[in-house]
């Protein structure tokens, strides 16, 4: 494969930094990414069939741009303490929605915080090592201005958890 059809028309949609466009070559190099961080541009250029320096410029050029965010381990929570998994739900005087969504992300038990639609304005995903910090967790959100309603449900059971989007 020429360099040309290698870098196809990327170069030229992502020149305008509101673009976070990728093509398939991304794709395929995302896909064999997400089945294993930790392999070197060396091994994704064989596997996919193009030079290893076509990779390496594809993830610098994607992680410069936004696509890729960064690297992590995938954790089994249980094993590492977090047996709690908590889903809330949260009603927020209208004006205060950002305050409220920032105060609650910068909680470290919280890996998610949503925007979302609904008799709700917020959705939050949290994880707890024992049940007095998610109990002390609960209270404080109940504690906060400008909270109106808030439903919580504990997780009995992960079917699937995984925050890998398959490409």
Known sequence: MSSKQERGDYEKLTEDDDLNFVDALDMKILSTLSEDARKSSREIAETIGVSTGTVY???KKMTEKGVILGYIPLLDNTKTGYVF????????D???????EERLAATKEVIAVYDITGDFDVALIAKFKTQTSLNAFIKSILKTLHIRRT????VLNVVKEDPRIQI
Do not use: K
């Open 94 to 100: 209208g004006e205060y929605i950002t305050d409220v």
């Open 151 to 154: 439903v919580t449900s504990m």
């Open 57 to 59: 410029n594809r993830i």
């Open 85 to 92: 998994t908590i889903l809330i739900l949260i009603q927020v």
